[in-house]
């Protein structure tokens, strides 16, 4: 059976740990940079964004994680509701 090795991130440190949202599922075979939104226990704040870089190396995986920036932002100025997909 071939095994796909996977991550997942929360946000540590908050008032009540078992409270806190696991981010999605990063497979480690996704070398390359994703970003992951990791949400506060309260729910209401703005969520803290991660930069996870995966990097290959020879026979060596990295990790580097970073705080992150939204990739991209979409701003609606136009007067009639607006579907992007």
Do not use: K
């Not at 999605?24 to 075979?29: A, R």
């Not at 070398?31 to 949400?39: K, R």
């Not at 930069?51 to 136009?78: D, H, K, T, Y």
């Amino acid at each position: 059976a071939h095994l796909n090795p996977i991550l997942s991130f929360r946000v540590s440190g908050e008032a009540d740990a078992y409270e806190t949202r696991w981010s999605h599922q990063v497979p480690l075979s996704a070398v390359g940079d994703s970003v992951i939104a990791l949400q506060r226990v309260d729910g209401e704040s703005e969520p803290l964004l991660v930069r996870a870089s995966i990097q290959l190396e020879g026979a060596m995986l990295f990790l580097v994680l970073s705080r992150g920036q939204w990739p991209f932002e979409i701003e609606n100025r136009f007067s009639q509701h607006t579907v992007v997909f």
